[in-house]
Structures are given as C-alpha cells and as structure tokens.
C-alpha cells in the first residue's frame, strides 16, 4: 500500500513544498522515506532539518524501522509474566 504525500499532513510540508517534492518524483511517503534526508534537504526551499522532520513522520505513517532500535520498557515486564503464571501450585 502507498501513502500519496497529499493526503497526509507532514510538519513544515505545506502545498508549495508537496510540489517541489513532486517535480522531484517524490509522490508518496514511501518516496519520500527512499529519498532520504540528503536528497529531500537538496530540494529548493527544503532546509534538511525540515526534510528530517517530515521523512520522520512519514516513517512513522508508513511503519518503516527506525535508524535506532525502538526501546521498550515494557517488554522485559511482559516477558516475565508467562513464566510466573504457568508455575503450577504445589500439591
């Protein structure tokens, strides 16, 4: 499934920015992850740490992995309850 960039909402991506995107090829958030922050932040009137913010996001939309791991503080404690709750009682 792709993301058409119009029909999402990106932070600093307004009308005239989709349309450089799009001149540039770049139509959907996939398209836009691909480009990466280099690419985007060449675009004219795309300042990189704008680009950054928007391929964030759309990484977020699209559930691309992140460049980092994502940390769970949650998962050691779900891990462990399994195990307590099938030690049988003693008879």
Same mark, same amino acid.
């Given at each position: 499934m792709t993301h058409p960039? =119009?029909?999402h909402d990106l932070p600093g991506i307004g009308p005239g920015?989709?349309?450089r995107l799009?001149?540039?090829g770049i139509l959907t958030?996939?398209?836009?992850v691909a480009a990466g922050v280099d690419r985007?932040?060449?675009l004219p009137?795309?300042?990189p740490a704008v680009?950054?913010?928007?391929? =964030?996001?759309a990484r977020v939309i699209v =559930?691309?992995?992140p460049a980092e791991g994502p940390a769970s503080a949650e998962e050691p404690a779900s891990a462990e309850e399994p195990a307590s709750a099938e030690e049988p009682a003693s008879a």
């Open positions: 960039i =119009d029909q920015r989709r349309k799009a001149e540039a958030l996939e398209d836009l985007v932040g060449a009137h795309i300042p680009a950054a913010r928007a391929i =964030d996001a =559930d691309a992995p």
